[in-house]
């Protein structure tokens, strides 16, 4: 098995083109286009241009929530500028992150890379502070009546931030912007403190949406396509969406935007900021004609005939350089080269317990006893119960075909270049969903 193409080199061509752009209307020195050679820029004078070069050109700034799903892309795209560019790359976040930029550093020693810490609550934390989990709060059955209950706990959720953490952060990004003075800022779309802050400071940004080009555009497709052609969020409907389930579909989409209309807690942050006079951000409209997008999708993967205008870079997956399975765990890339592995990895914020657990073990169970040159690495956050242990205590002990980790130390990209895995099992999250495809 060949090993996935680098990271998406549009991604890195994006951000020249946009610092570029950025300098030249800041009338100040900015990046030469060729970005084989970064140290070279340009000064305009008049009609003339002069080509001067500059020690330190500009850095790169990144803006994300340290939750991994989130933080993924920015650090994917950092590597590929730090491998392709020399550019200095700056992040900013929470104090979860730190550990995985320490990592980042590991692969790029030659180049610094600063952390500039966010003294607050993560998203994780504020929803936590809330009684709310970003997981187990959208777990439903299938059906209209479970899908708006599941509505009605999104406003919060789309707002994690009580105001005064929120304004907490907002003014602590505009201090880093200030201190770092940026070529570019990458920000993502969830992190809505910073968002407002590049909107209203003026400052030149780029946004990462790690999801699906469709939930960033439905709205934008002719033909009415998102109210007949595309699921309703948590609809659960199969696809194609049959005819008769068209007008429920229409139904779940206005209950959406009705519940997110009249939040009572969307509506005190609107007014919190109008008051403050920052630019807000509309959890409702998730596309503007005036910012760009970054996101690791491709129509291709979604529906090849998908509307994407020209503001969106659909780059396809962004993934970190790794180092192999064997510098980071020489017994886990032992065991990996016996057989064909299934790989089970739902993610850093699913939990298995209890009976999903069992239902996953009865599953892995028949799988190895079916099938006598596979195994089966599982990831699973939970402890091991005696029920668990019952039903796959042959394979975990006599044959080693089960080996349960709580964690793995390789970054789940570098099990799957490892050649050795033949079926990835994930919980849909889009991280995991590209890292499989790319």
Not at 49 to 61: C, D, G, N, Q, V
Not at 297 to 319: Q, W
Not at 378 to 387: D, F, M, N
Request: charged share 20%; aromatic share 8%; with cysteine.
């Amino acid at each position: 098995m060949s090993p996935p193409p680098a990271p998406g080199y549009k991604s890195r061509e994006l951000l020249w083109r946009k610092a570029h752009d950025w300098e030249m209307k800041s009338n100040i020195h900015h990046f030469d286009s060729k970005p084989q050679d970064p140290t070279q820029l340009q000064t305009q004078t008049g009609s003339t241009m002069a080509t001067k070069s500059r020690t330190k050109p500009k850095p790169i700034l990144f803006l994300t929530n340290s939750e991994i799903g989130q933080a993924q892309v920015h650090i994917a795209i950092a590597d590929e500028i730090l491998s392709h560019s020399g550019l200095e790359v700056h992040f900013a976040s929470f104090p979860d992150l730190n550990p995985r930029i320490r990592r980042l550093q590991e692969l790029h020693p030659s180049i610094p890379i600063s952390f500039h810490l966010i003294n607050a609550p993560s998203m994780t934390e504020a929803l936590n502070q809330k009684n709310l989990d970003s997981w187990q709060d959208l777990t439903h059955r299938r059906g209209v009546v479970h899908a708006v209950k599941v509505y009605k706990n999104l406003p919060g959720m789309k707002e994690a931030w009580e105001w005064d953490d929120y304004l907490v952060i907002h003014e602590r990004c505009a201090e880093i912007v200030k201190e770092v003075e940026p070529a570019m800022v990458v920000v993502d779309w969830a992190f809505h403190p910073a968002l407002d802050m590049c909107r209203t400071q003026k400052v030149s940004f780029v946004l990462t949406v790690p999801i699906d080009l469709i939930h960033l555009l439905a709205m934008l497709q002719p033909s009415l396509r998102a109210l007949w052609k595309y699921l309703a969020f948590c609809s659960g409907f199969p696809f194609p969406l049959p005819w008769h389930l068209v007008m429920v579909n229409i139904y779940l989409l206005i209950r959406l935007n009705i519940i997110f209309l009249f939040s009572s807690k969307l509506r005190v942050m609107a007014r919190c900021k109008k008051a403050a006079g920052l630019a807000e951000t509309s959890v409702m409209a998730l596309w503007r004609a005036d910012e760009e997008y970054l996101c690791p999708s491709l129509p291709e993967l979604e529906s090849p005939s998908m509307l994407v205008p020209g503001n969106v870079t659909a780059c396809g997956p962004i993934m970190v350089s790794t180092r192999p399975v064997g510098e980071r765990d020489f017994e886990l890339a032992r065991w990996l080269q016996r057989h064909r592995t299934i790989l089970v990895n739902l993610g850093s914020h699913i939990v298995s317990e209890g009976s999903d657990a069992l239902e996953l073990a009865k599953a892995i169970t028949v799988i190895v006893n079916r099938h006598h040159d596979v195994q089966v690495l599982w990831k699973l956050k939970s402890a091991v119960t005696g029920e668990l242990k019952g039903l796959l205590g042959p394979e975990l002990k006599k044959t080693g075909r089960v080996k349960i980790e709580s964690w793995l130390e390789p970054d789940p990209v570098s099990l799957l270049r490892s050649g050795h895995v033949a079926c990835s099992v994930h919980h849909g999250g889009a991280n995991s969903f590209y890292e499989a495809t790319a």
